[in-house]
Antibody
């Protein structure tokens, strides 16, 4: 059974760096063909893909946010970390991590999401 | 502005059939990349509904079906039920962006 859970601050100040951790179980990030992705959703708005990391450590980023994002495998084998610099109130959103099927990229299991508010 | 275009809303009466379109371009759906659909019930995380154009994960009723042709894809829901009221998103891969793209989402209202 695959599960994922996001953790991190609920509130960050403008210009600060956001660090979110995805802790997962039920799969290994060293298994060929899998990965973890990050997707966010501002309140009342659509889903927006942010980044993904594959089993082979290949990393992809949304072109519009690439300069601000870093995705890495965590120090623990069952974690993936996303950092986003220069946070702004428009970055207020629910941030989801999800299990990636890399062959035809889609997300078959999602975390519950973590609401991050950017405000001074 | 989303790379994949969906109608903002659709509606139908219980028992009816509705379709939701997802229009892309030559660097995503038209390039042969697969389309996937997600259902997001109010206040919950999205769930995979259709993968690789027309496949249903275990547990998804066969009332839900997907298709793809050219630069577009469609999600069809037959025998509408009140519990189908949700937001639906299409998703694909874009070679120009080298990444995942989502549609803008469609809100389904069951009248």
């Amino acid at each position: 059974q695959i599960t994922l859970k996001e953790s991190g601050p609920m509130l960050v100040k403008p210009t600060q760096t956001l660090t979110l951790t995805c802790t997962f179980s039920g799969f290994s990030l060293s298994t060929t063909g899998v990965g973890v992705g990050w997707i966010r959703q501002p309140p009342g708005k659509a889903l927006e893909w942010l980044a993904l990391i594959r089993w082979d450590d290949d990393k992809r980023y949304s072109p519009s946010l690439k300069s601000r994002l870093t995705i890495t495998k965590g120090t623990s084998k069952n974690q993936v970390v996303l950092t986003m610099t220069s946070m702004d109130p428009v970055d207020t959103a629910t941030y989801y991590c999800a299990h990636l099927i890399a062959a035809s990229p889609n997300f078959d299991y999602w975390g519950q999401g973590s609401l991050v508010t950017v405000s001074s | 502005q989303s790379v994949l275009t969906q109608p903002p809303s659709v509606s139908g009466a219980p028992g009816q059939r509705v379709t939701i379109s997802c229009t892309g371009g030559s660097s995503n759906i038209g390039a042969g990349y697969d389309v996937h659909w997600y259902q997001q019930l109010p206040g919950t995380a999205p769930q995979l509904l259709i993968y690789v154009n027309n496949n249903r994960p275990s547990g998804v009723p066969d009332r839900f079906s997907g298709s793809k042709s050219g630069t577009s894809a469609s999600l069809a829901i037959s025998g509408l039920q009140a519990e189908d009221e949700a937001d639906y998103y299409c998703q694909s891969y874009d070679s120009s962006l080298s990444g995942v793209v989502f549609g803008g989402g469609t809100k389904l209202t069951v009248l």
